[in-house]
Each structure stands twice: as C-alpha cells, then as structure tokens.
C-alpha cells in the first residue's frame, strides 16, 4: 500500500482537502479504470441512471441494480433499455428530505445536466448546454425510498451517485443506509459548477464521518478552465 501525501493531493487539484482525507491507494489499481470496483461487489444502487448506460457492464457481472432516476421521461426510456435485464426500478427525486417539493430543470442535452440546482460555471464549460424546461417533483430519502420498496440495504454494497451537485443530499438522506454499505463512488467539483453544489471537500469531510476513505479520485476529460475540475471520487469504508 502507497501512502499518498499531501502534495499529491495538491497535485490532483485537490488543494483544499485537509490532511485527515489522506488516503492509501493499492499500487495493482489501474490508472484510469472507474468501474474496477465491480468485481468486488454483487449489487449496487446507481443514482442518477439516466438512461441507464451502464446496463450492460453491470449485466455481464451479474450484479442485483437498483436504478434511480428522477426525469419522468427519462426514466421510461431507462425502463425500456433495461427491460431485458434482471433490475429494479424507481422513478424518484432523493434528497435529504421526505415530501419536499423541488424545481428540477431539464437540460437540452439529453438530460444529461439535468438538476435541481441552477447552472454556476458549467455555463463556462459548455456555453451550449442550458435548461429547457422544468418539472416539479417531490424529494425521497433513499433509507425511506428503501423502505418502500421492501428492499434492505443490505442486499447492495456499493452506492453509484451522478445527480449533477446534489449527491450530498443524497448522502445526507442515507444515513441508515451508510452504515452498511461497503464502496460509495460519487461525482464532485472543487469549484461551484451548480450554484450552491458540494464541492470535493464537503464529500470527504462528510463520509470521512461515516469511516469512509477516499481512494481513488479521477479527473473528467473536460476544457482546462480557471475554475478547477470535475472528479469521480471512490470511497471504501474502512476496516474496523
């Protein structure tokens, strides 16, 4: 094991992490390979599906899905490219709160910028990209969500989060749900991409409460801006 130092951590962009997100990263782990967490795991809850894309590298493990997406429309599609795929589904807003009403804003693109937050520098990034219409939806917890559903937590361990700078609601509303879970990966920016949105920061500080430790973080291709960059952080809990 490599203990990674501070500097590192500077070095990947990620200057504002304090010293207790120092995190050990197994020297066998390629160098850019997001999903080789799967092999670890036989089921996973994949927050923000969209149209489920991912449906068949989780099919070929064999992996017991739950999908969540919160656009309506989006969410039929998802149900019809999954259809032949042993999954389950859920069209959902989750948040950190029950029964609360939100504006969620679909983006021209696909959906795939879709949000309840409102554009902060993504607007930079891709001028092109922008909100064409909006919906109003009512928000879920994903321990409540699970409840529902008549699912236990315990038949997933990792949690697979792109809900575009709301993921620590998210968390913020499993928090039952944490204690159980083995692998978090969620997407993160060290600057305000969505007005008001977690930054990398906020996500190590809150699941490093939880006994979760940062051990991957890799950056999205995008244009080199000013502002910072956009992250796919992987976190495993810890061993007790």
């Keep these: 094991m490599n203990a990674v130092t501070l500097k590192q951590l500077k070095a990947l962009g990620l200057a504002g992490v ?10 066998h782990i390629p160098r850019y390979n997001p999903h080789y967490f799967l092999k670890e795991i036989t089921g996973l809850i994949h927050v923000g599906a969209h149209y489920g894309q991912e449906r068949k590298m989780y099919a070929k493990r064999n992996l017991n899905v739950l999908w969540i997406e919160a656009a309506p429309d989006i969410f039929a599609k998802l149900c019809e490219n999954i259809e032949i795929y042993p999954s389950q589904t859920a069209n959902c807003l989750l948040t950190d709160r029950d029964d609360a009403e939100y504006i969620f804003h679909i ?15 993504h607007k930079e990034i891709w001028p092109e990209v922008r909100f064409e219409r909006d919906v109003t939806l009512k928000s879920i917890t994903l321990d409540t969500l699970l409840v529902k559903l008549n699912r236990s937590i315990t038949d997933y361990q990792a949690l697979v989060m792109d809900t575009q700078g709301s993921e620590l609601l998210v968390l913020k509303g499993a928090m039952s749900s944490l204690r159980f879970l083995g692998l978090i990966k969620v997407e993160a920016w060290n600057f305000e991409a969505y007005l008001g949105c977690q930054k990398v920061n906020d996500v190590v500080d809150y699941l490093n409460e939880y006994d979760f430790q940062l051990i991957r973080a890799d950056k999205f291709p995008q244009p080199i801006i000013d502002r910072g960059q956009c992250y796919e952080l992987l976190f495993r809990k810890k061993e007790t």
């Excluded at 304090?18 to 020297?27: I, N």
């Design 107 to 121: 983006a021209n693109n696909y959906g795939e910028s879709s949000s309840i937050l409102e554009l902060g520098a």
């Design 18 to 27: 304090t010293q207790a997100a120092l995190f050990k990263v197994k020297s």
